[in-house]
């Protein structure tokens, strides 16, 4: 009899363990299976409001009835971009929809105790010219293939409204060059690492790598790390001009938004606050060195930096505007010698400063239409060793652009955008009366299908046009053209 009820235990704990990893197997195809369509509304999806959020307290005649709430258990989340399908982030499936920092909203994987789960593929296809017409410097014709793969996980654990998480972001790039051709992409890096901590809907505490609040959209072309985000540039072909010059880059409050990336030991913190459903707050804190020692033998400097952006969200679904400003300061880590009898030592001196500000408005009529416009102007200013400005690195950049989104049939989008970017640095020719000046036109036309899922085929057809107008009037100005198109070809679980 004994013998038996053992038996019976422990076939019992064999079929529990079995439902448990069959649990865990179905939820991920249920989350799988929670992607919105095109025809879910706004209030059928819509998450509890602040209000609705806490539950009344229980009286002492009800009490009785009310059941004790489940303990915690650990799951597998989909972490997809059906996220907050209750808020109205963008048109489904557009640029706004897809922005990778959710416009500053917490997950909503915070509400419970598990690890968030996802991942994005993506591969272009396409071909690239840019025609300049100075007599010396070649134009060029190219095809290429670009492709990124990231895996990301998110553990969190929840306590009742606080919560901690981490997450970590796994990249894998197409490019696997064994000579240094990869070496700006890498041919297996990481994007996000930090861990947060928090209170859901109210504030959260961010230390690690990552990026900041998004302040100037672009829209569906310019994607990162494509050829014509960086446009008609001159690529290190020498333009015959002291100093070089190229087409500029759009400045969008940019200098501290992108991951950092200057070396050994650089990092973000960023504190947020959530007041209302419709307002949000980032502090975004930069600290760290890009190098622990200085490099004798190739003439290296070690740099330090630190640097604040403060940005606001007001977003009420239809209407989002995003105003940002940001702050930078490097200077060198090791003392400087001064030759001398004796000889002394001083604090470095050699320092370079940024400074800009910028904002955006976006408008979505769903499921029709989204647009936007962008402004921003930043500033960099150099300072040698000798306390002397160095004007070729000292500059003032201006963007402006927008863009705009619509729906045409179910799964299928269109957009277009244009920027505007001019830049001039403090440098003059001795007996010339202008500084240098660059400018860079970017416009994109695109054409977006979503056949199954998450799966998505964009054509974006891109044009640009950068002027340059050297100091030096013995050097004639000149323009590049840039015309590309590629094809790309999206996944995202």
């Known amino acids: 009899m004994w013998d038996m009820e053992i038996d019976r235990f422990r ?242 409050v940019t200098y501290l938004h992108d991951r950092p990336s200057e070396g050994w030991g650089v990092g973000y913190a960023a504190l947020h606050f959530f007041p209302t459903d419709y307002l949000r707050f980032e502090l975004l804190a930069k600290l760290g060195t890009d190098n622990y020692r200085a490099d004798n033998a190739t003439g290296d400097t070690s740099w330090t930096y630190i640097g604040g952006r403060p940005t606001i969200i007001f977003d009420v679904g239809w209407f989002k505007l995003r105003l940002g400003a940001e702050y930078q300061h490097r200077t060198g880590i090791s003392e400087t010698v001064v030759p001398g009898m004796p000889m002394r030592k001083t604090d470095p001196v050699a320092e370079r400063f940024w400074k800009g500000a910028g904002g955006s408005v976006q408008f979505v009529i769903d499921p029709i239409v989204e647009f936007g416009v962008n402004a921003a102007i930043g500033k960099q200013e150099d300072t040698n060793a000798f306390f002397m400005p160095v004007p070729e690195n000292s500059f003032t950049t201006k963007s402006v652009g927008g863009f705009a989104n619509l729906r045409l049939a179910n799964g299928w989008l269109t957009g277009a955008g244009v920027n505007w970017t001019t830049q001039t640095d403090n440098f003059l020719t001795p007996g010339s009366t202008a500084n240098d000046f660059t400018a860079h036109l970017q416009t994109f036309a695109a054409l977006q299908y979503r056949p199954v899922g998450q799966l998505y085929v964009k054509a974006v057809f891109g044009f640009a046009r950068a002027d340059f107008l050297p100091s030096d009037p013995n050097v004639a100005e000149w323009q590049n053209n840039m015309y590309s198109l590629r094809v790309r070809f999206l996944y995202i679980y």
Request: net charge negative; glycine share 10%; hydrophobic share 40%.
């Open 11 to 252: 076939r019992r704990r064999r079929l529990a363990a079995c439902g448990t990893l069959s649990t865990l197997f179905l939820f991920g195809i249920g989350a799988r299976a929670q992607e919105p369509d095109d025809t879910t509304s706004e209030a059928e999806a819509q998450p509890a409001s602040r209000e609705t959020e806490k539950a009344p307290a229980p009286t002492a005649a009800s009490s009785v009835a009310v059941a004790a709430p489940e303990a915690s258990t650990v799951v597998l989340d989909h972490m997809g971009p059906e996220t907050f399908p209750g808020r109205l982030r963008g048109l489904y499936g557009g640029s706004l929809w897809l922005e990778p920092d959710f416009q500053g909203l917490q997950w909503p994987q915070n509400t419970r105790t598990g690890l968030g789960l996802s991942a994005q593929f993506w591969v272009d296809t396409g071909e690239e010219k840019i025609h300049r017409d100075a007599p010396l410097i070649p134009s060029s014709q190219m095809r290429f293939q670009q492709g990124r793969a990231l895996l990301r996980l998110t553990p969190a654990y929840v306590s009742g409204r606080l919560f901690a998480q981490a997450q970590v972001e796994l990249v894998g790039n197409l490019c696997q060059a064994v000579n240094n051709v990869c070496q700006t992409t890498g041919t297996f890096t990481t994007d996000d690492l930090f861990i947060r901590v928090g209170a859901w809907n109210l504030w959260d505490l961010k230390i690690g790598r990552f990026e900041g609040w998004e302040v100037y959209h672009l829209g569906m072309g310019m994607d990162q790390y494509t050829l014509e985000r960086q446009g008609a540039g001159i690529f290190a072909l020498d333009t015959m001009t002291m100093p070089r010059l190229d087409a500029p880059s759009f400045y969008g």
